[in-house]
C-alpha cells in the first residue's frame, strides 16, 4: 500500500482529496498545524491519521516529513521557492515516487494569447505571491528534466463552493455586492463588465490531484491549469445572481477610477485589481488528454452552491 502524505490536508482542496485518497486504498497522512475540521465532514476523515505539523514554525519540518517515509507528497500550502528547494534537496534520490506541488492561476500575467497555457516558460506574473509560485514551478520543471525528481505542478483557478468565501461579481471578497443583488439593488461594476474570473469547485481541483497520481507516468514533469470548463465574466455573474435571487438584473458601468470610488474599500478596490487584470481563459485541455479529467461542476453550479450555502450560513439575507 503506497502512502500518500498531504500537506494542508484540511482545506479547501484537502476536503476533498483526503477521501478520494482514503477510498482509493493509499495509506493516508494528513498534515496540519490544528485539529482544525475539513469545510466537508466524510467517513475517511474518521480513518485518516493526523499529524500536528506546523511547516513556518518547525525548523525540522522537513525531516519529520521525510521520518514518514512517503511514496507520495502532495503539498498544499507551499509559498516560499526555498520550502519547495528543502523538499527537492530533502527527497532526490530517496523512495518518494511522486511530489505534488500546489501552484496558482495567479503564476500568470496578463492575458494575451488566450487560452493561458499552462507550461508557458515565459509566464509574467503580476505579484509577490504569483512570481514564487511560478519560481516553484519552474524550478520543480528543471529538476525533473534534469535529475529525473518526480514533480507535477496543479494550478488551481478562485476555487469555490460551499463553506467558503468565493470571488464576487465585483472580482473580490466583499458581501455587500452580493446582499445588494439579493436586495434587487441596481449595482455598477467595473469598466464594461467583461473581465473573466475562473470558479473552480474544491472537488475538481481535488480530482485532480488525484487524476495526477492515478496517472503519475503522464503527469511527471507538467503543469495542468485546474478550471471548469469554461469561465464567466463579471457581467454574466452579476446577471446570473440576479436571476438566483429571483431578481430583475439592474447593472451600470463606471470607469476603473470612479469604481474604486464607488466601492469604498481601497483594499477591496486592489483586490479586484489583482484578480481582474489577469483576465483571461485557461486551458484544461491537456489535463483531459493526460489524466483523463473530467469536471464535475460547472462554473454556474459551483456558484449556486456557494451562494445557498451564503444563505444557509446567514451571510446574505432573504427579504
Not at 500568470?108 to 514551478?137: C, Q, R, T, V
Not at 519552474?138 to 525533473?144: A, D, N, R, S, V
Not at 466583499?174 to 446582499?179: A, D, E, L, T, Y
Not at 485546474?226 to 457581467?235: D, G, K, M, R, V
Amino acid at each position: 500500500m503506497k502512502k500518500a502524505v498531504v500537506i494542508g490536508a484540511a482545506g479547501h482542496i484537502g476536503t476533498y482529496l483526503i477521501p478520494m485518497l482514503v477510498n482509493g486504498g493509499y495509506d493516508t497522512v494528513a498534515v496540519t498545524r490544528s485539529m482544525s475540521k475539513p469545510y466537508e465532514d466524510d467517513p475517511a476523515w474518521e480513518t485518516v491519521q493526523r499529524v500536528l505539523l506546523d511547516r513556518e514554525k518547525d525548523p525540522d519540518f522537513v525531516s519529520k516529513l521525510a521520518d514518514m517515509k512517503p511514496d507520495i507528497i502532495v503539498d498544499l500550502v507551499n509559498f516560499d521557492i526555498k520550502e519547495t528547494k528543502k523538499i527537492v534537496e530533502k527527497f532526490s534520490g530517496t523512495g518518494l515516487s511522486h511530489y505534488l506541488y500546489c501552484s496558482s492561476c495567479w503564476a500568470h500575467g496578463m492575458a494575451e494569447l488566450l487560452p493561458f497555457d499552462p507550461n508557458d516558460d515565459a509566464k509574467e506574473p503580476l505579484d509577490a505571491y504569483g512570481i514564487d509560485k511560478f519560481a516553484s514551478e519552474q524550478y520543480l520543471k528543471q529538476q525533473y528534466r534534469e535529475n529525473g525528481f518526480p514533480a507535477t505542478i496543479v494550478a488551481p483557478g478562485q476555487i469555490s463552493g460551499p463553506g467558503w468565501t468565493i470571488i464576487n461579481p465585483w472580482g473580490n471578497t466583499s458581501f455587500r455586492v452580493i446582499q445588494d443583488i439579493a436586495d434587487g439593488k441596481e449595482i455598477a461594476l467595473p469598466n464594461f463588465g467583461q473581465e473573466i474570473i475562473h470558479h473552480v469547485h474544491g472537488y475538481d481541483v481535488a480530482q485532480m490531484f488525484y487524476k495526477a497520481i492515478t496517472h503519475r507516468e503522464n503527469a511527471l514533469g507538467q503543469v495542468f491549469d485546474a478550471e471548469a470548463e469554461s469561465h464567466i465574466t463579471l457581467y454574466g455573474f452579476a446577471k446570473h445572481l440576479f436571476r438566483f435571487f429571483g431578481k430583475e438584473p439592474k447593472i451600470k458601468f463606471l470607469p476603473w477610477p470612479e469604481w474604486c470610488a464607488y466601492e469604498g474599500n481601497p483594499e477591496e478596490c486592489d483586490h479586484t485589481y489583482y484578480h481582474i487584470v489577469r483576465s483571461g481563459t485557461f486551458s484544461i485541455e491537456n489535463a483531459k488528454r493526460l489524466l483523463e479529467y473530467q469536471p464535475k461542476y460547472t462554473n454556474l453550479e459551483t456558484i449556486d452552491l456557494a451562494m445557498q450555502s451564503y444563505i444557509d450560513r446567514g451571510l446574505i439575507t432573504i427579504g
